[in-house]
Every structure is written in structure tokens, then in C-alpha cells.
């Protein structure tokens, strides 16, 4: 990665922009290749372009500006100007990023370990209060109840005057997506009702209505303050897509602090049938990834997020992370999705390295809403010590 100004791309407020250079780059499933053809597809609605629409040059690209403005968020972007040039157009058709401190808390929390849930809530279906509140008691926990918690979520939605009512021609607007019945509160609302800090990033606008205007992307949800910020746009594929990144930390009861990285990505669907096929997309963004978390491999860190792996765990993003997060338990193949007609995929996984004691990764038994089931693991902050035989990792 190489630094350079913030200028360029956004205004003052932004910390300031990295950049990555990308990596150079007969299914399991049948329905896999017809899945992600109707997504590819779908995916993005435009409205002609007109000759007196201004430049990419000239867009004043909402999305890189903060709220609140006094706050101190880092960029990392991908080293190729095409995708730059791609990037910013759907920038320029959201609302900034948004960060919610907690109102109060203890000078140092105390706290030996932290539940980290990964979720994609299908843009308001998921009922995320209704899990939080069984996280609370303990009923994903052999009823011990959770004190702490970060959660990862894909496809919140947020509906705000922030968002532009009205975008340029030809400027990218994908279709709204919104639940039938039951829709849940914004993200926004979502974080002050749970009492919790917000992290929380657009990566595409939902829908073109210019009358309660939405965007859609990844938001970080803790009960402790979220340090740190920052947003890694990932090489331009179908759609824009980011990864969101914090750190959290506290003091184990015996006194000794830690700190956890936890970073939030959503992939592409993209098949990249011209560009090198159906895996190409995702393990251009996974390399990107990596590049962008750096190679601090002592570091705890746990990336989760939605990867559309739509052939399953053996793609070749899935196995590059895993060589990557060396602590990455493993897991029962699981469908983490399911559509329409029976379809069903393992999209959703969770990775771990750093100092930190194993740990189980578990599929929740419902969906809430969603069309995604949420992971869970539940980590040790207090690594054991160096002459400690390894503890057995609960499959």
C-alpha cells in the first residue's frame, strides 16, 4: 500500500486515503451459475445519461464525508484509476459515513471475553433487537448471559436527509431493497434504541426514489466504544463493496488490557466471466482484503462478514482468508442462506488470528426475518500462557 492525500477524493474531515494494489488474477452446485447470473443481472438499475451530466471529476462524493464532522475516519482505496474513477461514481449517490459513540461507559471496561456476531439482515428484515435481546439473557449462550458484544452486520439500511434525494444521470442506483411487512428501524435509530456505538458505512444507494431516500452497506455494532476507523473500498467488480474495520478494547479481570480488530465485509456476486471467471471477483477483493489489514499476524483480529460464495467453502476467497487467519476453526459445512425454490448457499463465515484462544463458531438455529443466518463465536481476550498446552478447538 502506498499513502497519499485525502485531498484529492474528499474533504478535510477525511483522516486520509491508502491505496492497495490488487492481486493479479465444473461448479459443486448446479443452481450456483444461475444464481449469480439473475443477481449479476438485477443488481443495478441506471437512469439514461444525458449529455449535461457532470464529470466523475467534479463530484463532490458524499460518501467520503463523516458525521459527526469532528470525527477521524481512515480510507484505504485500490491503487487502479479505472476502479477509482468506477468507485466514485457510486459514491456519489449515498450518504456519509456515520459514527455513534456510546452515550456513557466505564472509564475501562472489564470484561475476560466478547460474543462477535456476523449477520446479513436483508436491508431491515432481520429483526436485530430480537436477537440482541436473546444474546443478552444468554439463550445462544448455554444460558449464560453476554455482557459484551460486537456485531457485523451486512445490508442495514439507512433513511435519512443525508442521502441525496436526486443523483446524476447515469450514476448507478440499485433497486430498493425493503421487507414486505415488519421492516425494522433504520441503522441509525437501530444503535440509539440498543445503546450501543455505531460504525456504520454505504456502500450503495438502495433504490432511486428520491422521496425517503435509502443507502445500504455494513455497519459495526458494540457495546464498547469502536476505535480506529476504517473504510477499505474493495476493487470495483459488479457493484461497490467495502470492508469496515475497528478496534475495541478493554481490561481482563486480572488487570492486563486488550484490544480486538474486528473488520465487516460484504463481496461481489460478480461471475467476471470476461475477467477470469466465476472465483476472479471474489479472490481479487480477498487479496485486496488482506492486503488492506496489513500482515500484523499477532494481532487478534476477526473478519466476518457475507463472501456470496456461492460454490461453497472450497472457492478459492475462502481458502486465501483462511491461510490468512491461521485461528480459524473449523466448522460444519452449513448453508448460511436460503431463497427461493429451496436454494440454499454457505455464504457466511468468520475468521480468526492473532493472540487469541480457540474458539467455537456457531450457525444460529434461525434466520429472524433474514434470509441469512447469523454466525456467532463467543472469544477469550486472556490468551493462555506460552508454556500452556493448546486447548482442543470445539468442532
Same mark, same amino acid.
Given at each position: 500500500m502506498r499513502a497519499t492525500s485525502a485531498a484529492r477524493h474528499a474533504p478535510p474531515l477525511a483522516a486520509g486515503v491508502s491505496r492497495f494494489r490488487p492481486a493479479p488474477g465444473v461448479a459443486r452446485r448446479a443452481g450456483a451459475?444461475? @444464481?449469480c447470473s439473475l443477481l449479476a443481472l438485477a443488481s443495478c438499475a441506471r437512469i439514461p445519461a444525458t449529455t449535461d451530466d457532470r464529470s466523475d471529476g467534479a463530484s463532490s462524493l458524499a460518501c467520503r464525508q463523516v458525521v459527526p464532522p469532528d470525527a477521524i475516519v481512515r480510507w484505504v482505496e485500490p491503487e487502479g484509476r479505472q476502479d477509482r474513477d468506477s468507485l466514485a461514481r457510486w459514491c456519489d449517490t449515498i450518504g !456519509?459515513?456515520? /459514527?455513534? %459513540? /456510546?452515550a456513557s461507559q466505564a472509564a475501562v471496561p472489564v470484561s475476560d471475553r466478547l460474543a462477535v456476531m456476523t449477520w446479513n439482515v436483508h436491508v431491515g428484515s432481520g429483526n436485530v433487537a430480537d436477537v440482541v435481546r436473546r444474546l443478552r439473557r444468554g439463550e445462544f449462550t448455554g444460558?449464560?448471559?453476554i455482557e459484551h458484544f460486537v456485531l457485523l452486520l451486512q445490508e442495514v439500511y439507512r433513511r435519512d436527509t443525508a442521502v441525496p434525494a436526486q443523483i446524476p444521470r447515469g450514476f448507478p442506483a440499485p433497486d430498493r431493497i425493503a421487507a414486505r411487512v415488519g421492516r425494522g428501524p433504520d441503522i441509525g435509530h437501530l444503535a440509539k434504541d440498543l445503546g450501543v456505538a455505531l460504525f456504520y458505512v454505504p456502500a450503495m444507494r438502495n433504490g432511486i426514489a428520491s422521496v425517503d431516500p435509502e443507502d445500504r452497506g455494513n455497519a459495526i455494532l458494540s457495546? /464498547? *466504544?469502536l476505535r480506529d476507523p476504517v473504510v477499505v473500498e474493495l476493487p470495483m467488480e459488479n457493484q461497490r463493496r467495502t470492508a469496515v474495520l475497528a478496534t475495541v478494547q478493554a481490561q481482563a479481570r486480572d488487570g492486563s488490557p486488550w484490544t480486538l480488530r474486528v473488520a465487516n465485509?460484504? /463481496?461481489d456476486t460478480s461471475l467476471a466471466i470476461t475477467r477470469g471467471g466465476p472465483f476472479a471477483a471474489r479472490r481479487r477483493q480477498a487479496h485486496a482484503? @488482506? *492486503?488492506a489489514l496489513g500482515a500484523r499476524t499477532d494481532e487478534p483480529t476477526i473478519l466476518a462478514g457475507d463472501f456470496n460464495t456461492w460454490w461453497g467453502p472450497t472457492e478459492p476467497a475462502v481458502n486465501i482468508l483462511r491461510s490468512a487467519f491461521p485461528q480459524t476453526p473449523r466448522t460444519p459445512n452449513l448453508a448460511t442462506w436460503h431463497g427461493a425454490l429451496g436454494l440454499h448457499a454457505q455464504l457466511d463465515y468468520m475468521f480468526l488470528s492473532g493472540a487469541l484462544a480457540p474458539a467455537k463458531v456457531q450457525r444460529l438455529s434461525s434466520r429472524f426475518g433474514s434470509d441469512h443466518y447469523p454466525l456467532l463465536a463467543v472469544v477469550t481476550l486472556t490468551p !493462555? !500462557? %506460552? *508454556?500452556?498446552p493448546p486447548r482442543p478447538v470445539t468442532q
Open positions: 451459475l444461475a @444464481i !456519509p459515513v456515520l /459514527l455513534q %459513540r /456510546l444460558g449464560e448471559p457495546t /464498547l *466504544d465485509v460484504h /463481496l482484503l @488482506i *492486503d !493462555p !500462557p %506460552r *508454556d500452556a
